[in-house]
């Protein structure tokens, strides 16, 4: 069993920032890579930023350059830092994280952005 717990979500006004974090805990052997996803009201869930576990990234070309995702391995802990939040943004966060051949996700967390 893979536990996922996120945090870091909120309120924020337009311009503003916000970090998520996703501990993973349980049966943790080898995660290869970490994830966030987002899915906004009516739409699909899509893709945010991905990290292996050599530290490889890539983002969506909605976020690049605003976010940064990182991890730290020795934690079983991924981050997403968000700058310059905007009403668009506004999603539940998702981290998902793949290990051998199992995806895990987590519960998700609520980013509003106000303009």
């Known amino acids: 069993q893979v536990q996922l717990v996120e945090s870091g979500g909120g309120l924020v006004q337009a311009g503003g920032s916000l970090r998520l974090s996703c501990a993973a805990s349980?049966?943790?052997?080898?995660?290869?890579?970490m994830g966030w996803y987002r899915q906004a009201p009516g739409k699909q869930r899509e893709l945010v930023a991905t990290?292996?576990?050599?530290?490889?990234?890539n983002y969506a070309d909605s976020v690049k350059g605003r976010v940064t995702i990182s991890r730290d391995n020795a934690k079983n802990t991924v981050y997403l830092q968000m700058n310059s939040l905007k009403p668009e943004d506004t999603a539940v966060y998702y981290c998902?994280?793949?290990?051998?051949?199992?995806?895990?996700w987590g519960q998700g967390t609520q980013v509003t952005v106000s303009s």
């Open positions: 349980g049966s943790i052997f080898n995660i290869n890579v």
């Open positions: 998902k994280i793949s290990q051998y051949y199992s995806d895990y």
């Open positions: 990290i292996t576990s050599g530290g490889t990234t």
